[in-house]
């Protein structure tokens, strides 16, 4: 499956952000789906993702502001992004876990299929 991450930009602290990742060559219902995150000089850290089923993860440092899910109409991975804070300052990926795999992971390791980064940028 390819991945194709969207909706960056730049927003002021308190603000909001959608971000969405459009899948090709496959379809995101039979695919475990994450968004990770880079921030310049660290790490890239897991933020949530999506099962098969549906069900969803998220890191702790989401707490309920963000939320991720499927469009299966548009084949798509969201990830809907409420108060955010200049923490939250980083390049934005979507992946995807190897098809025959349920469960969901938090390890960069465990996804396969990458898309390109998405620049979310919060402003004091």
């Known amino acids: 499956v390819q991945l194709q991450a969207s909706g960056g930009g730049l927003v002021q602290t308190g603000g909001s952000l959608r971000l969405s990742c459009a899948a090709s060559g496959g379809n995101v219902s039979n695919y475990v789906m994450g968004w990770f995150r880079q921030a310049p000089g660290k790490k890239r850290e897991f933020v949530a993702a999506?099962?098969?089923?549906?069900?969803?993860r998220s890191a702790d440092f989401v707490r309920g502001r963000f939320t991720i899910s499927k469009d299966y109409a548009k084949n798509t991975v969201d990830l809907q992004m409420n108060t955010l804070n200049p923490e939250d300052t980083a390049a934005y990926y979507c992946?995807?876990?190897?098809?025959?795999?349920?469960?969901?992971?938090?390890?960069?390791?465990?996804?396969?299929?990458w898309g390109q980064g998405t620049l979310v940028t919060v402003s004091s």
């Open positions: 999506v099962s098969k089923t549906g069900s969803t």
């Open positions: 992946a995807a876990r190897p098809p025959a795999i349920t469960v969901i992971q938090t390890t960069t390791q465990a996804y396969k299929s």
